[in-house]
């Protein structure tokens, strides 16, 4: 039979449920009394002598959200003890309750289940308990619990201890607790803390662990996160290397707004490293403990619209610093490889390859037609013990002008003018200010080509501050110009044969000549600071083809692909040609070196790019650059580069991923210098995900050091090293 029930058995019941809905109801807030009631059971009566209401023979309790399903309902009204026995089962959403017993009470909206089993849904967790007990709006305390995020009745991992607190969207605490993998315990953990989260929380992050041979020894990171506001939040790195010492690290992140955000990191070590080496022009002998360090800063903010401030800067203690933590660093793991992260905007690579690390700050202003930047630079040279030869630049102040019309006239502008102050402490210092107006004037000829001549002219003023040799020139200038030509036409043909989803492709060639003029500008005196500009006579003639492919695609969606986009250009040098030739003079070499560039991408999945230059005169290659690139639906990547530079680089990179299973992976990365004929890097690796568990394993063997990588994740509980957390307000 079907009745309804009364009001106050159904706010009741409504609190109830609402107790033991844990991740939904708790974190949510869902009303507690609203929306609809109704109740199917075999049987239905009120006590008024108990002043109680019982509901039994397969009790079926619909409300707004959720179901309650059991053999019997029994509610005392003076108490507000609501009692359900028997197959009890609550759901809501996908989250689910089941227990023999339930009591609650429902004026304190706490409560007790017996033999109780939950699912919480947003974190994947089943947890099964002797005794499950309600003990605040989103608080738990079981007895002989048993935890796992793994699908079905035989898991292949479970956490069980003697006893539980778990808060949703907090932490959980183990006492007297075992992890086991299937039936076989492998760890005892008399007391543990793992995050039972899904937004940002205080607490510990999963750790780091890695072996280093030769430079670190066992490397161990403890991260703790600190959630401080919604526009803020802090990492705290305990690291300890046994052949190093104990590292800290604080990264600090602010997001005031869309306008204003930026990082702060900064770590510190006393190194307790024995060394002595020679590495090119470095040199060290540290026998006494070595304080270092390592300093990041990366701020923006808009002042308002069109005027923002950027800040990079990155300091380390000493030129080794990248040399000996290239395994793994702070900024490897923030590289800017996503440009949309806020949060992971390192510009450079901090590993032993880097040879000069720059900080800068800018204000920048924009105007419709016009831009001035104002930059206070400085850079460190990793190369070499002193940093009293390398340049400085601060401040320097650019202004850039949009070509526009001059004065009313088809001719057109482009203004450029700077000023920077040059410094160092040992070399060539001072003023420099550069003027670079450029005048052009666009040409239609009966539209079979376009011709652009062009007029720039240049003026550098400069003033010397340092300690100047007998004959120098405190001040001086130099004024030089240009005139250029560039005449360019193109011809073009669509071939319309449909093919699958390709609805058309466009031909087109495009032949270029360009001719450019510099005459001899005195520059005897000119400081190294300035940049020399050399004469010039030359034309060069370049040819492209490209192939546009039109595309539809679902939902006659149309889209358009690059294809194909091969160029080739030469320049032959006039100035070259005239030159007076003698007997102990070479002899006339005008013909520049051959540019080859080639894009080919016949799909989303393949493409392949070559930059090569040779040299017609010697008939070498100065240049050759290939690079090759695959993917699959499947995630299977292979990309292959190689990279030459006559008589001083030859070097090929491999990089390969393949999904043996579905569930498995395999990684092999390989840059080989075959200059030198030895390898800088090999790395290779495997990881296998499952449903509620990953492991990985990297072995990386590099020309200074081995190192092995354990990554290791509990799906629901995180993973070793993550931090994918930002301010909320950023999200």
Same mark, same amino acid.
């Given at each position: ?26 974190m ?17 009566s %009120?006590d008024?002598?108990e002043?109680? %209401?019982l ?15 059991a053999?019997?309902?029994l509610?005392?009204?003076?108490s ?9 089962r ?36 089943y ?8 003990s ?8 002989g ?11 292949d991992?479970?956490l ?9 969207d907090?932490y ?10 299937k ?5 005892y953990l ?8 899904t ?10 662990l890695a072996?280093s041979?030769?430079k670190?020894g ?9 959630a401080i506001?919604?526009?803020?939040d ?5 690291r300890?290397?046994?052949k190093r010492?104990?590292?800290e ?6 997001f ?7 990082t ?6 006393s190194d ?26 990366q701020?923006?903010t ?12 990155a ?15 702070y ?8 440009p ?9 690579t ?15 202003k924009d105007?419709?037609? %016009? ?5 206070l630079? *400085? ?14 630049? %601060?401040p ?15 001719? /057109?502008?482009?203004?450029g003018?700077?000023y920077?102050?040059?410094y ?5 210092a ?16 009966r ?13 550098s ?12 020139n ?6 030089? *110009? ?18 699958r989803?390709?609805?058309k ?11 450019a ?9 000119l400081?190294?600071?300035?940049g020399?500009?050399?004469?010039q ?17 679902? /939902? ?6 690059e ?9 032959y040098?006039?100035k ?20 080859m560039?080639?894009d ?7 493409a392949?790019?070559?930059?090569n230059q040779? /040299?017609?005169n010697?008939?070498?290659w100065e240049k050759s ?8 639906a499947r ?10 530079t ?30 030198d004929g ?8 495997f ?7 990953s ?8 020309a ?9 994740s ?5 993973g ?12």
């Amino acid at each position: 039979m079907k009745k309804t029930l009364p009001w106050h058995f159904i706010c009741c019941l409504a609190f109830y449920c609402l107790g033991f809905a844990i991740s939904g109801w708790a974190m949510e807030g869902l009303p507690t009394a609203g929306g609809p009631f109704t109740i199917e059971a075999n049987r239905i009566s %009120y006590d008024r002598e108990e002043d109680v %209401y019982l509901a039994s023979g397969q009790v079926s309790i619909v409300f707004s959200g959720g179901s309650l399903q059991a053999d019997s309902v029994l509610l005392a009204k003076g108490s507000n003890v609501a009692s359900a026995e028997g197959r009890v089962r609550v759901t809501t959403g996908n989250d689910l309750l089941e227990g023999d017993k339930v009591d609650f009470d429902l004026t304190a909206n706490t409560g007790v289940i017996y033999s109780g089993k939950m699912f919480i849904a947003r974190n994947h967790f089943y947890l099964k308990g002797d005794k499950i007990e309600k003990s605040g709006e989103a608080t738990f305390h079981i007895q002989g619990v048993s935890l796992t995020t793994c699908d079905g009745e035989q898991p292949d991992w479970r956490l069980t201890a003697r006893e539980m607190d778990v808060t949703v969207d907090g932490y959980g605490k183990i006492r007297d607790g075992k992890f086991f993998a299937k039936d076989v315990p492998l760890l005892y953990l008399p007391y543990f803390l793992f995050p039972a989260k899904t937004t940002r929380q205080t607490g510990f992050l999963f750790p780091r662990l890695a072996y280093s041979r030769d430079k670190l020894g066992w490397d161990t990171e403890l991260p703790f996160y600190l959630a401080i506001s919604d526009s803020a939040d802090a990492t705290f790195y305990q690291r300890y290397m046994d052949k190093r010492g104990f590292k800290e690290g604080i990264e600090f992140r602010y997001f005031l707004n869309k306008d204003s955000y930026g990082t702060i990191y900064g770590d510190y070590l006393s190194d307790t490293a024995h060394i002595t080496e020679q590495a090119g022009s470095l040199s060290r002998d540290w026998q006494s403990p070595q304080n270092r360090w390592s300093f990041y800063l990366q701020n923006y903010t808009a002042l308002q619209p069109g005027l923002y401030l950027r800040a990079d800067i990155a300091k380390v203690s000493d030129n080794w610093y990248f040399r000996d933590f290239s395994s793994y660093n702070y900024y490897q793991e923030h590289y800017a490889q996503n440009p949309g992260n806020r949060f992971k905007r390192v510009s450079f690579t901090a590993d032993e390859s880097l040879t000069s690390l720059e900080s800068k700050v800018r204000l920048v202003k924009d105007w419709s037609l %016009y831009n001035l930047t104002a930059l206070l630079s *400085y850079t460190d040279n990793l190369t070499s013990d002193s940093n009293d030869t390398t340049l400085q630049k %601060y401040p320097e102040l650019t202004l850039s002008g949009a070509k526009q019309s001059f004065l009313g006239t088809p001719v /057109n502008l482009a203004l450029g003018a700077s000023y920077s102050g040059n410094y160092r402490r040992q070399g060539q210092a001072g003023n420099l200010v550069d003027v670079k107006p450029v005048f052009s004037l666009p040409l239609d000829i009966r539209g079979l080509f376009s011709l652009i001549p062009e007029v720039e002219f240049r003026g550098s003023f400069w003033e010397r501050s340092d300690d100047l040799v007998a004959g120098d020139n405190k001040r001086g200038q130099r004024t030089a *110009y240009r005139l250029g030509l560039d005449a360019t036409t193109s011809f073009f043909r669509d071939f319309t044969q449909p093919y699958r989803t390709i609805e058309k492709v466009r031909h087109e060639i495009k032949p270029e000549l360009i001719y450019a003029y510099i005459p001899y500008a005195n520059q005897a005196d000119l400081p190294d600071f300035a940049g020399v500009i050399d004469e010039q006579h030359t034309v060069t003639a370049a040819l492209t083809n490209t192939l546009v492919a039109k595309l539809k695609g679902q /939902n006659g969606v149309t889209s358009y692909q690059e294809v194909l986009r091969f160029k080739v250009a030469q320049g032959y040098d006039i100035k070259e040609a005239r030159r007076n030739v003698g007997d102990a003079d070479p002899a006339r070499r005008p013909l520049g070196n051959i540019d080859m560039e080639l894009d080919l991408k016949p799909s989303a999945s393949l493409a392949f790019y070559v930059r090569n230059q040779l /040299n017609v005169n010697s008939g070498r290659w100065e240049k050759s650059n290939y690079d090759f690139r695959m993917t699959d639906a499947r995630g299977d990547v292979a990309s292959l580069g190689y990279r030459y530079t006559f008589g001083l680089l030859e070097e090929v990179n491999l990089s390969l991923r393949a999904f043996l299973t579905k569930t498995l992976d395999i990684s092999y990365l390989l840059k080989r210098n075959l200059f030198d004929g030895h390898d800088i890097r090999n790395v290779m690796g495997f990881n296998y995900s499952h449903q509620c568990w990953s492991i990985g394993l990297n072995y990386a063997d590099a020309a200074s050091d081995r190192t092995i990588m354990l990554t290791f994740s509990l799906s629901g509980l995180g993973g070793v090293g993550q931090n994918n957390y930002v301010p909320a307000g950023a999200r």
